[in-house]
């Protein structure tokens, strides 16, 4: 089975604090992302990497950038908290098979994140 | 990216045939049709996936008409653990990994 971890499951911080949200896959997948979970906005993607130092922008990457320096791992950070960015953050992962058919993800348990 | 349109929630008895309708009207000639389930306090998880006429498989079938332009995710005889959010979405692998998940279908089976 496919296990996708992340350090949190519940985080509070402060304003202005710098925040790293990790997440480590076991199954070699190529394709890691970050969402964010908001009531009545459903599951938005903030980026996704494809390899080992690459990444790219989803939809809401404002007040967020990424780190993935080992294939397994791949971090989250918001530069300086706020109090718009507490929300729950689930990350994912997938083979990265190519072709057509979009690969299945296969999700974490999620952090919920406040921010005071 | 096809946008895609499904009921907000729905309600059903226990033992029976649940389906839901997602619409699609601009889906491309590539775009598969995947359907994800999401349980309180958990991360989403791959239900079944499909690009023309039926998939069946051990949790649910999906029904994709030969326009392409809807799909119905068919839960037979469901039980109170199958109280999740359902998502649908639209999309290929193609230069591009996003897929876009919406706000879901909440569904509530009553006992």
């Known amino acids: 089975d496919v296990k996708v971890t992340q350090s949190s499951r519940y985080l509070v911080k402060r304003t202005g604090e710098k925040v790293f949200l990790e997440c480590v896959q076991d199954m070699d997948h190529e394709n890691m992302f970050w969402y964010r979970q908001d009531p009545g906005l459903g599951l938005r993607l903030i980026y996704f990497?494809?390899?080992?130092?690459?990444?790219e922008k989803g939809d809401i990457p404002e007040g967020y950038s990424v780190s993935r320096e080992k294939k397994e791992r791949f971090s989250l950070i918001l530069e300086s908290a706020s109090t718009n960015q507490t929300s729950m953050y689930l990350c994912?992962?997938?083979?990265?098979?190519?072709?057509?058919?979009?690969?299945?993800?296969?999700f974490g348990p999620g952090t919920r994140l406040t921010v005071l | 990216l096809a946008k895609t349109t499904q009921p907000i929630s729905m309600d059903s008895y226990e033992g029976q045939e649940v389906n839901i309708t997602c619409s699609h009207n601009?889906?491309?000639?590539?775009?598969?049709i995947t359907w994800y389930q999401q349980f309180p306090s958990q991360g989403p998880r791959f239900i079944i996936q499909?690009?023309?006429t039926k998939v069946t498989n051990e949790v649910a079938s999906l029904f994709i008409p030969a326009d392409r332009k809807s799909s119905t995710l068919s839960l037979p005889r469901v039980s109170l653990s199958d109280t999740a959010v359902y998502y649908c979405?639209?999309?290929?692998?193609?230069?591009?990994?996003?897929?876009?998940f919406g706000t879901g279908t909440r569904l509530t089976i009553i006992p």
């Open positions: 601009n889906i491309a000639t590539n775009d598969y």
């Open positions: 499909g690009y023309k």
């Open positions: 979405l639209v999309g290929d692998n193609f230069g591009n990994e996003k897929l876009t």
């Open positions: 990497s494809y390899d080992v130092k690459m990444k």
């Open positions: 994912a992962s997938s083979l990265g098979l190519g072709g057509r058919r979009p690969d299945t993800q296969y």
